[in-house]
């Protein structure tokens, strides 16, 4: 039997796509998912908590759901903001596969399901939503955020959700050490053992004293 995780590349288990029906953004909607991916037979409670406990999507620009799933954040921001462009970033292909089918379903263009070194480097993003892999170890998830926080644009948020006794409060001291400078960090929501953090750019970063003497 293979040893899938969530987060594997190509999931080498049989695919067994099924429908369910889900609540987004206020719809009762028909989605495809399959196994090999996160929570496949629900919106998972994680899930849930960040969408109740998050504001409507930003109506334009670029929006990032990190570690997308089958799709139920990128499919939410996508269906409140249908003039914004949605990133829907996994490493795992069959994800990415399922949140196209899901977007074509719903009438979405504006999803992007795409790998992390498919997103250009210019892009900067209005709002970051994300449940985040917390499974595949602190040093990859702190690089995973020390990678996409920054790419926040000015006075905008990153909405993170993590269960309570998986790490969250370490994690929101963490994130307030790392992003001290022209960041804020703090709790936002509380639900269900999960927290709701919120990471917000204030605006360009301060310059360091080693470039103010350039």
């Keep these: 039997m293979a ?15 099924r429908q369910i029906r889900v609540d987004l953004d206020g719809r009762s909607v028909e989605l495809t ?48 903001a249908p003039h914004a462009t949605v990133w829907a970033v996994d490493v795992n292909e069959r994800a990415l596969d399922l949140v196209r089918r899901n977007a074509s379903s719903l009438g979405l263009p504006n999803v992007n399901a795409v790998l992390p070194d498919d997103v250009p480097d210019d892009v900067v993003f209005r709002s970051i939503r994300s449940n985040p892999p917390i499974r595949v170890g602190k040093n990859e998830l702190h690089g995973l955020l020390e990678r ?6 000015e006075r905008s948020d990153a909405w993170l959700v993590v269960q309570r006794n998986l790490g969250s409060d370490s994690l929101q001291r963490w994130l307030a050490a790392t992003f ?3 960041y804020r960090v703090q709790r936002a929501a509380t639900g269900r053992g999960y927290r ?3 990471v917000r750019r204030h605006g360009s970063l301060p310059k360091s004293p080693a470039e103010l003497l350039d």
């Excluded at 987060?7 to 067994?16: H, M, R, Y």
């Design 148 to 153: 996409w926080i920054p790419r926040l644009d």
């Design 196 to 198: 709701v953090l919120k």
């Design 3 to 17: 040893s899938d995780h969530y987060f594997s590349a190509s999931p080498g288990s049989a695919e067994n796509l």
């Design 33 to 80: 998912t399959a196994a090999g991916v996160f929570s496949p037979d629900r919106v998972d409670a994680g899930t849930a908590v960040l969408l109740a406990n998050t504001p409507p999507a930003p109506a334009g620009g670029h929006l990032l759901d990190l570690g997308t799933g089958w799709g139920p954040v990128a499919l939410t921001l996508a269906l409140q």
């Design 180 to 182: 001290e400078r022209g």
